[in-house]
Nanobody, 120 residues
Framework: QVQLVESGGGLVQAGGSLRLSCVAS????????MGWYRQAPGKQRELVAT???????SYGNSVEGRVTISRDNARNTVYLQMNNLKPEDTAVYYC??????????????WGQGTQVTVSS
């Protein structure tokens, strides 16, 4: 069993910052791609950022320049530093991981989501 647990969401004023964290635990052999997606009410889930196991990041168009994704492989943790937040960044943020289980299966998992609300 694998779990992704996010933390760090909350309410922030426009222009503020938040740092999200996501810890992966369970029967994991290797964490491959990790990342963050978000979903606002009435909208489709969209990519925020991903990062490979070697640390190569990729960012969605709507957040590029304002967010930084990083990971700590020793802690099975991925982070999302968000700066200069805007009201349109309000959404539920989901952690994502592509991984190889201890039994050798390739699987992808999602966290339960953490709410980020940016007030104007």
């Amino acid at each position: 069993q694998v779990q992704l647990v996010e933390s760090g969401g909350g309410l922030v004023q426009a222009g503020g910052s938040l740092r999200l964290s996501c810890v992966a635990s369970g029967s994991i052999d290797n964490l491959n791609l990790m990342g963050w997606y978000r979903q606002a009410p009435g909208k489709q889930r969209e990519l925020v950022a991903t990062i490979t196991s070697s640390g190569s990041p990729s960012y969605g168009n709507s957040v590029e320049g304002r967010v930084t994704i990083s990971r700590d492989n020793a802690r099975n943790t991925v982070y999302l530093q968000m700066n200069n937040l805007k009201p349109e960044d309000t959404a539920v943020y989901y952690c994502y991981a592509d991984l190889t289980t201890a039994r050798g299966y390739y699987r992808n998992y999602w966290g339960q989501g953490t709410q980020v609300t940016v007030s104007s």
